[in-house]
């Protein structure tokens, strides 16, 4: 029988990844200040995950780049295929000359450009990788590394952020601090488990909660203001949007451990590369089945864009569920035979 590989997973990580797919697909819906605020760390929340893994000496850089090939490139490449046909299946109206069209989209891979809204990143996370990648194994110590990935990513926040190129790549580099983040704390990090807690004396519980908190309250004000500081100098705005991100980042870390051990929330952090690329085939699928129903429904407000969200992300899982069965690496994978 054949199962998919989950050796060397890491729970709470996983979990992260699960918050971070249901933000990207809440950033997509008109839903008020949530899709705002969703919108403001989704996408580095993977750059971060990203950068824990890459910085490891495990990998050459040829062999990094393979296995970042196979496993995002080539779900890419496949899903790009499926939502075209899909999409043409759902309007059989549409002239076929607009698949060539299509297809371009796919392969220029620019945000806001491709069918697929979260699916931009992919190539996007491909080649930024590669490029951190290729720095870490250039300058080896990260008191190099992480300030260059700083300066990169501030030049091209405040100067190069649009219009957007191929593969997305301004973007890559815009994000690109926030894989070098994951790359410096990925040693002190990647252990820390749901029981860590417990480990730690009175007075460091003491210290992490009063941070905890003020995280908490900053997200807040986050919430509901946008932006909480709006200085002027240039250069601390863009410092101000990486401080923005880092904290956002923290919350999302802080309850990614303490569901850990929510099974079904792994499961989804496990494949979220597959909700990714089906969000368009499953939102469609979901709207479908309401207008069959005769059950109209219209995603305006938060509440209802989180309903709809997981709603369609329950169809995903379905099938998610049904190619893990049949051929992981689609959602790009390892397989192993067991008895």
Not at 154 to 167: G, M, R, S, T
Not at 325 to 336: R, S, V
Request: aromatic share 16%; net charge positive; hydrophobic share 55%.
């Amino acid at each position: 029988m054949s199962v998919t590989k989950q050796k060397n997973r890491i729970a709470w990580i996983d979990v992260m990844r699960a918050m971070a797919i249901v933000l990207v697909l809440l950033a997509h819906y008109d839903g008020g200040r949530l899709s705002v605020f969703a919108n403001r760390a989704c996408v580095q929340i993977f750059f971060f995950i990203s950068g824990m893994f890459a910085f490891s000496a495990r990998y050459t850089l040829p062999q990094y780049i393979k296995k970042q090939a196979q496993s995002l490139l080539l779900p890419y490449g496949i899903f790009a295929a499926a939502n075209i046909l899909f999409y043409f299946a759902f309007n059989p109206s549409t002239p076929l000359s607009e698949l060539a069209v299509y297809a371009l989209k796919f392969v220029l891979a620019r945000r806001n450009d491709v069918m697929v809204a979260a699916m931009w990143f992919l190539p996007c996370l491909f080649f930024t990788s590669i490029v951190y990648k290729a720095i870490a194994t250039l300058f080896k110590k990260q008191i190099y590394i992480v300030p260059l990935c700083f300066v990169i990513s501030a030049v091209f926040k405040l100067w190069f952020e649009a219009p957007v190129y191929i593969f997305s790549i301004n973007q890559g580099f815009k994000y690109l601090i926030y894989i070098a983040l994951g790359g410096l704390l990925a040693p002190y990090i990647k252990n820390i488990s749901y029981d860590s807690w417990a480990k730690l004396s009175k007075k460091q519980q003491f210290i992490a909660l009063l941070v905890f908190m003020a995280v908490i309250q900053y997200i807040v004000l986050m919430y509901k203001r946008g932006y909480v500081f709006w200085p002027q100098a240039i250069w601390a705005l863009s410092l101000v949007y990486f401080i923005n991100v880092v904290v956002c980042i923290v919350f999302i870390m802080v309850w990614a451990l303490a569901l850990s051990k929510v099974k079904p929330i792994v499961w989804i952090g496990q494949n979220t590369l597959g909700f990714c690329c089906l969000e368009n085939i499953s939102r469609a699928l979901l709207n479908t089945a309401m207008a069959v129903a005769g059950f109209g429904f219209v995603p305006d407000s938060e509440i209802k864009a989180l309903v709809h969200v997981l709603a369609s992300m329950c169809i995903g899982a379905a099938i998610i569920a049904v190619i893990n069965k049949i051929c992981p690496q689609i959602l790009g994978k390892k397989k192993i035979n067991s008895k």
